[in-house]
Structures are given as C-alpha cells and as structure tokens.
C-alpha cells in the first residue's frame, strides 16, 4: 500500500462513517438528541461562530483552553525533564520520588479535583494545576526511562574520548534520551489534553471544555457534540506538531546505529 | 651502529585476577595469574573462546573495570579510569547519532577544550586515512556498516592514543569489508606506529595482523601460548595465503584455539 | 323472597362484584417493580412521603429516591430513562422540554418565594443587590437560583459584564466561600444557612422577582412513557402528594422536625426551607393563573412563565432559539391533576 492509497482509504472510512452517522439522525434510527447528526453540529457550528457560546465567541473558548494547556505543558516539560533524567540517573533520587510518581499517576485526575478547589480555589491556578500533574507525571516517567537506557558502550565509548561526568551527561546522556523523552512528551500532551475537560469542570466560564460541560447541563448535544469534535482535532493537531518538531530535532530518532 | 634503545613496555599487566559474582562460594574466576606486556608500536592479538575473560583484558586496560588484585600500568603508570590516551573500537560503532562524522570524530579533542584550529587539521588527516573526507557532514544513519567503524576507528585515533584496544572490531561485518578493513587498519597503524591490542577469534585475522599472537584457555583465562608472526610487513593476503608456512602455523594455532573451545564447551555443558 | 333477604343478596352480589373488579382492575394495569423518584436531598413536603413510604403504599410497589445535586442532573437522568418522576426547577425542566426529551409537566408543587436566596458577604459590604458589580457571585449551573440570579440582575438593571458570575455546584459553593474566591451565592437551604453562619447575609429573595411578573417555581415532571404505560400511578401521586402537603399545613414545625431528624440537617434549616416556599394545592394549579384546566392551559400563568423562561435562556445562550416551541401547553398534563381531585 503507498502513501495515496492510504489516504484514500482513510478518507473513504470517515466519509462511510460520516454517512451512517447522518442517516442514523435523519431517519431516526437512533434519537437526534442523543446523537446529533452531522447536519446538525454543521448548523450549531456556524450558529457559534456567529453568536458565539454564551457571550463568549467560538474563538476565544479555543484559544483559551489552548493557552490554558499549552501553559501548563510547557511548566510540566520544563520542571519534568529535569526530574525524570535525575531519578533515571540517581538511584537516590529514583528511591526517593519513586513511590508518589507510581501513586499519583494512575490516578484518575477527576478525583483530585474536590482537593484542587481547596487549595487552589477557582481561578486559573486549579485548572493549571490539573493539567500540569497529568502531563508532569508522564514526562518525569518518559526521562526517566530514557535516561536509564543509555547504551553502555556509547558511556564507555565516551569516557575513553575523554568526557567527565558534567559532559558525559549533556553531550552523550542527554542528546541520546531526547527520542525517548520526544516520544514520552508527546504521550504526556495527549493525557494532558484529555485533563483539560477535568481542569475546566472546576469554575470556568470559558473554554471548550467548560462549553461541552455547560452544554451538556442543557442537553444541548449539538454542542457537546462539536466540542467533542474540537478538542480531538486540536489534540491531533498538538501531536502533528510535536511530531513535525521530533523529525527536527531529533532526525536520527529510530535510524539509531 | 646503536643498538636500539630496549624501550619500556608500553602496557604490562601483572599478576592479574578477577572474578565475578559475590560470596566465595560462587565467585567465578574470569582472569586467574593473567602477566602480559605489550611494546611500544606492536600490534597484539589476543585469540581465544568465548567467555575466556578476553574481553575483560580489555576492559582492564580501558579502565572500564578494576583487577581484584594485580596492577595495570601504562607506560610505569598504574590505570584506574578510561581516559584518551586509551582508545577504544568496540565491535559496535557506537558512534553518536545525533553527531555528523566530523563532530563524532573530533569528539575527544572538542571535550578536552583543544581549540578547533588545531584539531581540524588532524581531523582532516584521519578521515582521509580512513577514506571518508568527502562524508564530514554526513550522519552516522547515512552510512553503511563498514564506514561507521571506519569513523569510529578515527575518532579512537584522533586523540594519539599510546594504545588502540580494539574488542573484535571487525566481528559485524560481512567478509568483504572485513577485508577492507584489515587493510585499512594495516595502513594506518603503519603510518601512526600505535601499540594495538586485537581481540578477535578469527585465527586468519590474527595471523594478517598480528606481530604476537597470544592465545587464551578457557575459563579461569590464562595466556596459554604466545606465537611471534614472522611473515613481513606489507602483508597481501593472496600471499600469505600461498606461503607454505601460513598453513602450518594457522595449523597450531587452530588447534589450541578449538581446544579451549571444547574446554569452554563441555564446562557450560548443562 | 322477602325484600331483606333480596337486598342482602345484593350486597353480597355488589361486594363480590366490586371484589372481583377490584382484583382485575389491579390486574388489569401491571405494576412496575419499583417506581423511580429524583429528589435533591434537601426538606422539601415530598420527604414526609419518604419517611411513612406512603407513596409506596398507594402505589403497591417500592420507590426509589435517587439523588441529583442540580436540575441538569435529572435532565440527564430523564434522558438515559433513569427516573420516572422528578421534582425539580422551571428552568432545566424548559431546557429539556425545548430539547425535546419526552417529559411532560404534571403538576406545580411549588413556587418559590424565600427558598432560594442570594447570600452576600458582609465583609465585603455587600448589602443590596446592587453592590454585586465589580465582586464574584456563584450560581448552580442550569437551576431556578440560576435564573433568579439572571433575573434579579437584568431587572436590576445591572451591568452583567462587571460581574464575575461562577457556576459551581451549592456543595462545590461551600469550598469556595470557605477560600474566600467568592464574595455572594445564589441558591438553597442547606448551603444558605452556612453562608449566613459564615459572614453572610440576605441581600435579596426570589418573590421579589414576582412582583415583576416573574414566576419561578419547581414542578413535577413525569417521563412520558412511564404516565402513558401506568397513568393511575401518576394520579396517585398527586394525590398522595396533596395529602403531604395537607399534613404540612396542619402542622408546619412539626412536619419541619420530622425531616430534619430524618435528614439529620439542623431543624431550622429545614423549617427556613418549608417554610419558603408557596404550595399551591391541587384545585389551585388547575386555575387559568397556575396550569389551567387543559382548555386554559394555553394561555395560563406557567405557560407563559416557561416561554419566558425558555426566552431568558436563549438570551443567555444556553438554549437554542429555534428549538423553543411556539406554546409550552403541549408539554402541560392536566389530565392527571384532574383525576386527581375528581372523586
């Protein structure tokens, strides 16, 4: 299969599915209010980028909960990296943070928030706050495996050539993590982006996933619908951006020698 | 006519032991009495099975590993770290990726501070020696297996290294670039005049290389027997392989070889 | 035969009669296995039914009371077929109706007067409803204290850009007046009463709205499929209901300790609440001024109260203009009512 084969079957299954999808609301097959067909969320759409969501134009609720997790991932991938190449190199600071990273971070953020509003309260910092552990806790787990997987003989390799221990770790430690570390990013910024509803639950007035929240309140599921809808093609395009930065800075990424 | 100055040993290992493993009881001896020296400009090879602490040697005089007793000079000096002055060929490039052939073969230099007006010319001295001036840019993903070692070889060489250790270099690649590259090492080493430890189990690589030809028993290694290669310098493989005397040497060598093989064998018999 | 003897047999005829109707009308209609009540939690008169099971006993079968924090709850639960019969706010049940769930509004148990109240902080003298510009004020999301809130502050005149309105769930409210990220909320008992206790004071009451025409009130809805599968259930209901609230009215304290014991919430907060809100009785909701009688409903008072509603909303973005339908008299059921006080 090449390259224009495959874009034309995958084009072909979403037009299918689209299709079924359209003709299971106009004719009934299953109840518009549960499932708004595509003519629908068409119609919703144009009507919020009109008169936007409550006051607040379609727009502005995209940019903030971009600008809302893009803050937060950056603080995550900052503080993050750091963290996880220490534990993946230190085996004190690896005993150390070991047991609350493997605690906190299979649990569900949802539940943290009860606790997120006490101590945050419900301006900005909650919702940043939630954003920030999901992503952080991925991303300290990602270095530190990419950190502990240098190959020996390129350590060895190295050290015959001379590096010291301040060296070996950013011209040989690091440079060969940042694949792992690329790839783990990219994981934590889709979990952090799947927390964006959960961060915007606790007292937004803006952002989408506060308007699919608040729609749904409605039952307008037109609009949960086309927020659904946004923030997985937002999500994708997140990805496709940090893949297209992966192939630059790091190309040698699965060509290793 | 001066006699030549008898010159120290470059290398010389003394009263080697190591073993792995804790407890007394389970300890495995690798290396049992292991003496050794190595003279300045020789080129030795080091033959034996696998798991015969070959390797280990090596890693000894890297400095990748310490003795449980015994000492490791280097030129009088006792060793204790890896170091330039040591270089290394592992059987794997090992080469950075994320580096181009000229800034992996000039990373010794740039790590140690040397301002690039004096490494740039040496640099450019042992890409053409190994036959890859015209691919500085290139990174490592872009080349074949024969040229990556061919750049990992002159990085190890760059620095001036009082010895090249090379730990079966040449075991990855297919027979032809082997070849090629036995050549290449002849070359340069003739040109340079570094002392080389070779590790290999290939016996007609030994006899192509080598000026001494140590071989090892199997474990607990000791150096079993020593050959002096007398065949001169150039050699032609075409020729050394007609020599009468190639067989019969080959011959001896062969046959201790395979037989601390089948020491080796039979003691990992399940 | 002498006429005792022939009357005697009648009777007897008549009780065996009534008997054997009596065993096939219960047959004759099944009975669900359990009917499904959404309730909020708080004192409300229907809780009375909740201690002496006396919606089970006229039913013939158990009840569920199954709990939503705000209104929106229960259009969920409505539309996943969760409940059967909710007692909740004029403003979600205006939203679900517009999006078409298949619910129908059977009754107005309620219009609230003091029950729903806006709290304010004295510290940060907020003491009229005017000092809201400029401060943060919470409201539950898709609720009448929502609408109230809305209301209060268009009729007010306010400038609704120099509020900072936050929906937060009353038990989410709680947290956020503690932290001090609010400064005034707008909602119901319980969470009033610990507002007040905590540095806050009324500063206005859903009835002032009504002297604007404003008629904000909870309704019983019921799923349309269920009233269509088990309509003498529903008649019952109302009519058991009526029978609480009448209980109520004899004795309002002591109906208010019974639930605060059964709640366990402090009697007071369950006699502010009773006590806040107008029970309109059965008769009562089938005047022009309430649901109407079926041939008034049209133009009756909460016909016309729920297209304001739905207006307001669709001002506000929560609802979709075009799915407001042109009268709320279609989603009206007065037929249950009416059985209800026949007889």
Redesign the interface.
């Known amino acids: 299969m090449n390259a224009v084969q495959r874009v034309a079957i995958s084009t072909s299954a979403v037009a299918l599915v689209l299709a079924i999808w359209q003709l299971s609301g106009s004719l009934h097959w299953i109840d518009p209010l549960l499932l708004p067909p595509p003519s629908e969320v068409l119609r919703t759409t144009v009507d919020l980028l009109t008169n936007g969501y409550r006051q607040v134009s379609l727009w502005q609720h995209i940019w903030i909960s971009v600008l809302r997790a893009s803050v937060a991932f950056v603080a995550a991938i900052v503080v993050g990296i750091p963290v996880g190449l220490a534990m993946g190199l230190s085996p004190l600071v690896s005993a150390v943070l070991e047991p609350f990273v493997q605690f906190l971070r299979p649990l569900p953020k949802i539940a943290l928030i009860p606790l997120t509003v006490v101590w945050f309260g419900i301006d900005e910092g909650s919702k940043f706050f939630l954003i920030f552990i999901s992503c952080f806790l991925s991303v300290i787990v990602s270095a530190a495996a990419a950190a502990a997987m240098v190959?020996k003989?390129?350590l060895?390799?190295?050290?015959?050539?001379?590096?010291?221990r301040y060296?070996l770790f950013t011209?040989?430690v690091f440079?060969?993590a940042?694949p792992e570390i690329f790839t783990g990013v990219r994981l934590s910024i889709g979990i952090g982006w799947t927390s964006l509803i959960a961060a915007e639950l606790v007292a937004a007035n803006s952002g989408l996933g506060w308007m699919v929240m608040n729609a749904g309140t409605y039952l307008r599921t037109d609009v949960v619908m086309l927020g659904i809808l946004l923030l997985g093609g937002i999500g994708y395009l997140f990805d496709l951006a940090l893949v297209l930065l992966q192939r630059t800075l790091?190309?040698?990424a699965g060509?290793?020698? | 006519m001066n006699q030549l100055v008898q010159l120290p040993p470059r290398v010389r290992l003394e009263g080697i032991n190591k073993s792995f493993g804790s407890g007394k009881q389970s300890a495995t001896v690798v290396l049992d009495d292991i003496s050794l020296q190595l003279e300045q400009g020789e080129l030795v090879c080091l033959l034996g099975p696998s798991g015969c602490g070959k390797s280990t040697i090596l890693n000894l005089i890297?400095?990748?590993e310490h003795a449980d007793s015994g000492t490791v000079l280097l030129d009088g000096k006792p060793v204790n770290?890896?170091?330039?002055e040591?270089?290394?060929v592992?059987q794997?490039?090992?080469?950075?990726?994320?580096l181009s052939v000229l800034d992996n073969v000039t990373?010794?230099p740039r790590?140690?501070g040397v301002k690039a007006s004096r490494y740039l010319p040496e640099a450019e001295r042992y890409l053409k020696l190994v036959g890859l001036q015209d691919f500085q840019r290139h990174?490592?993903?872009q080349l074949s297996g024969g040229m990556?070692q061919r750049v990992?070889l002159a990085?190890?060489w760059l620095?001036n290294p009082e010895i090249l250790l090379m730990d079966e270099p040449f075991g990855a690649l297919d027979a032809q670039t082997r070849l090629m590259m036995q050549e290449l090492l002849t070359n340069v080493w003739q040109t340079t005049g570094t002392t080389i430890l070779f590790i290999t189990h290939d016996v007609d690589e030994a006899l192509l290389l080598a000026d001494r030809v140590l071989v090892m028993s199997a474990r607990p290694g000791r150096i079993r027997a020593e050959f002096s290669i007398p065949f001169p310098r150039s050699r032609d493989i075409e020729a050394l392989v007609a020599d009468s005397g190639y067989g019969v040497l080959k011959q001896k060598i062969l046959h201790i070889v395979r037989e601390e093989a089948r020491k080796s064998m039979a003691g990992t018999a399940p | 035969m002498t006429i005792q003897n022939f009357l005697k047999k009648c009777a007897a005829l008549a009780a065996l009669t009534l008997g054997v109707a009596h065993i096939s009308a219960v047959y004759a209609e099944d009975i669900p296995s359990e009917v499904r009540f959404a309730w909020a939690g708080g004192p409300r008169v229907w809780v009375l039914g909740q201690i002496d099971k006396s919606f089970d006993k006229a039913f013939g079968t158990n009840v569920r009371w199954i709990p939503f924090a705000t209104g929106a709850d229960v259009l969920s639960l409505f539309a996943a077929k969760e409940i059967d019969i909710a007692r909740f706010g004029s403003s979600p049940a205006v939203a679900g109706i517009t999006r078409k769930l298949p619910i129908e509004i059977i009754g107005i148990p309620e219009v609230i007067a003091t029950s729903e109240r806006l709290i304010g902080r004295k510290s940060k003298n907020i003491n009229s409803i005017k000092d809201i510009e400029g401060k943060t004020v919470a409201y539950p999301p898709n609720s009448t204290a929502q609408y109230a809130l809305e209301l209060a502050i268009k009729v007010n005149h306010l400038d609704k850009s120099k509020i900072r309105l936050v929906g937060l769930k009353p038990a989410d409210q709680v947290a956020a007046w503690k932290r001090g990220d609010i400064d005034a909320a707008y909602v119901w008992g319980p969470f009033t009463q610990q507002f007040e206790a905590d540095g806050g004071h009324e500063i206005f009451v859903t009835k002032q709205l009504q002297k604007d025409g404003f008629l904000i009130y909870n309704n019983f809805v019921v799923r349309k499929e269920f009233a269509d599968k088990y309509p003498q259930l529903v008649v019952k209901f109302l009519r058991t209901y009526q029978q609480k609230v009448d209980e109520y009215k004899k004795d309002p304290d002591g109906s208010a300790q019974l639930i605060a014991k059964h709640l366990d919430i402090p009697f007071e907060s369950a006699r502010s609440v009773l006590s806040g809100l107008e029970y309109p009785s059965n008769i009562e909701q089938l005047s022009p001024a309430y649901l109407g009688n079926g041939a008034t409903t049209p133009n009756s008072g909460i016909a016309k109260a729920a297209k304001d509603t739905a207006n307001f909303l669709a001002e506000t973005g929560d609802v979709r203009k075009s799915d407001i339908p042109d009268s709320f008299a279609a989603a009206i059921n007065t037929s249950y009512l009416k059985q209800a006080v026949s007889k």
């Open positions: 190959s003989n390129r060895r390799a190295a050290q015959t050539l001379g590096a010291n060296q011209r040989v440079p060969n940042l790091v190309p040698w060509r290793d020698t | 890297a400095g990748f770290k890896p170091g330039p040591r270089g290394v592992f794997q490039p090992t080469l950075f990726p994320w990373f010794g790590m140690a990174m490592p993903w990556r990992a990085r190890a620095p």
